[in-house]
C-alpha cells in the first residue's frame, strides 16, 4: 500500500471535538450503574469515619435517612446493606433477628425512601466471634465432621442459617438479597427458603465468583469482619482459576441466581469478561472493592492521580469488560460528576 492509500485512513479523524468522541463511544456509563454500599451500626448519632477508606462511615440507622436520601437525589438507584452487630456468637443470631441492625435499616431505609432499591450482604462472617463465613467444625468428639480439622468451615451447616438471614431480610422489606459467603449450594437452599415463605418474587443476587483476595483489607475494618484466625481459602477462591469461576457461576445458575457477581473487578476484569459472555441471559455485577477504592483515595490524596479522571476510568473498565452493574465506594463522587 503506497503512503497516500494509508493516509487516507485516519482513525484520529474520529477524535477531534468531545462532541464527536461522544458519537462513537462505544462504551455508556451512567448513574444507573451503581450500587453504593453502606455500613450499619448499633447506637445514636453515630457517623463513624472509616480510616482506611476516606469518605466512606458507619451510619447508625437514625442517621441513614439523611444518607439515603442524598443518594436518591444523586440518582442512584441502590444501595446495599452491611452489619455491624451488637454481640457477636458462634452462630451470628442478631444476623437473622427481627430487631437486628440490617432489619432495621432496611425499615429506616424504605421509609425514607420508599423507591431506593434495598439490597443486602448474606452472610456470617461479621457477625460471628470467629469471624468466619459459616458455622465451624468446634473440635471434640461431638463435631459433625470429625475427619476435617477443627475450625473448617461447615457448608451444609450453614446453609440452612443463610436461608433464614434472607428470610429475615425479605420480611424486613429488602428488595435483593446477596449472599456472599462461597459455600456450595447457598442459593438453592436461599431460593427454597424464600420461596417457601411466599417470597418467591425477591432476585438473588448471587456473589457468584469471589476471590480470596488481598484487596478485602479496608472493608475488614469498615465492617468488623476479619477472621479471628486462618483465613477463607476453603471456601473462596483462588485467584489464579478462571475455569473454576465459569463452574461456580454456572451451579449458581442452574440453582436460580438472578444476578452473577464477579468481586474483586479491577485485578479481575478478565473473569467478568469471560463470566459475561458465558451467562448473558443474567445481569452481571462487578464489585469494586474497598482496597481499589482505597488505593485511588491514597494516590489522589498525594497528588500523583487526578481522583475523578482515575475513577471514572474504573468505572467505566468494568462496563468495557461485560459488567451491567458496579457495586462501588466512589457511586456518589462518581454520580455528581457525571451529572
Known amino acids: 500500500m503506497s503512503v497516500s492509500n494509508q493516509l487516507s485512513i485516519r482513525p484520529r479523524r474520529?477524535?477531534?471535538?468531545?462532541?464527536?468522541?461522544?458519537?462513537?463511544?462505544?462504551?455508556?456509563?451512567?448513574?444507573?450503574?451503581?450500587?453504593?454500599?453502606l455500613f450499619v451500626t448499633h447506637g445514636e448519632n453515630v457517623r463513624q469515619p472509616i480510616s482506611s477508606m476516606p469518605g466512606v462511615y458507619q451510619f447508625s440507622v437514625d442517621q441513614l435517612a439523611g444518607e439515603v436520601k442524598e443518594v436518591a437525589q444523586l440518582g442512584i438507584p441502590a444501595v446495599i446493606l452491611f452489619g455491624l452487630p451488637a454481640?457477636?456468637?458462634?452462630?451470628g443470631l442478631e444476623n437473622f433477628a427481627d430487631d437486628?441492625?440490617?432489619?432495621?435499616?432496611?425499615?429506616?431505609?424504605?421509609?425514607?425512601?420508599?423507591?431506593?432499591?434495598v439490597i443486602t450482604d448474606v452472610c456470617l462472617c461479621e457477625y460471628t466471634d470467629h469471624g468466619?463465613?459459616?458455622?465451624?467444625?468446634?473440635?471434640?468428639?461431638?463435631?459433625?465432621?470429625?475427619?476435617?480439622?477443627?475450625?473448617?468451615?461447615?457448608?451444609?451447616?450453614?446453609?440452612?442459617?443463610?436461608?433464614?438471614?434472607?428470610i429475615s431480610h425479605a420480611q424486613a422489606g429488602a428488595d435483593i438479597v446477596a449472599p456472599s459467603g462461597m459455600m456450595d449450594g447457598m442459593v438453592q437452599a436461599i431460593r427454597r427458603g424464600l420461596d417457601a415463605c411466599d417470597y418467591s418474587h425477591i432476585p438473588v443476587m448471587s456473589?457468584?465468583?469471589?476471590?480470596?483476595?488481598?484487596f478485602y483489607g479496608p472493608f475488614?475494618?469498615?465492617?468488623?469482619?476479619?477472621?479471628?484466625?486462618?483465613?477463607?481459602k476453603t471456601h473462596q477462591m483462588d485467584p489464579a482459576n478462571v475455569r473454576e469461576a465459569l463452574r461456580e457461576a454456572s451451579l449458581d445458575v442452574e440453582e436460580g441466581a438472578d444476578f452473577l457477581m464477579v468481586k474483586p473487578g479491577l485485578s479481575y476484569l478478565d473473569v467478568i469478561r469471560v463470566v459475561a459472555d458465558h451467562f448473558p441471559e443474567l445481569p452481571m455485577v462487578a464489585?469494586?472493592?474497598s482496597g481499589e477504592y482505597s488505593m485511588i483515595k491514597a494516590a489522589a490524596a498525594n497528588g500523583w492521580i487526578d481522583e475523578r479522571q482515575a475513577v471514572l476510568e474504573a468505572l467505566m473498565s468494568f462496563k468495557r469488560a461485560g459488567a451491567d452493574l458496579i457495586i462501588t465506594y466512589h457511586a456518589k463522587d462518581a454520580a455528581a460528576w457525571l451529572r
Open 100 to 117: 437486628g441492625v440490617v432489619q432495621r435499616a432496611i425499615r429506616a431505609i424504605k421509609q425514607a425512601v420508599p423507591e431506593l432499591i
Open 87 to 91: 454481640e457477636k456468637d458462634a452462630i
Open 132 to 166: 468466619h463465613c459459616g458455622l465451624l467444625n468446634s473440635g471434640g468428639e461431638e463435631r459433625p465432621h470429625p475427619t476435617v480439622d477443627e475450625g473448617y468451615v461447615l457448608n451444609d451447616e450453614t446453609l440452612d442459617i443463610l436461608a433464614e438471614v434472607a
Open 220 to 232: 475488614r475494618d469498615a465492617a468488623d469482619g476479619a477472621p479471628k484466625f486462618g483465613d477463607r
Open 287 to 289: 464489585y469494586n472493592v
Open 207 to 214: 456473589y457468584a465468583v469471589k476471590y480470596a483476595s488481598a
Open 14 to 37: 474520529l477524535r477531534t471535538s468531545p462532541n464527536l468522541r461522544a458519537m462513537v463511544r462505544e462504551t455508556s456509563l451512567t448513574v444507573n450503574d451503581f450500587i453504593y454500599p
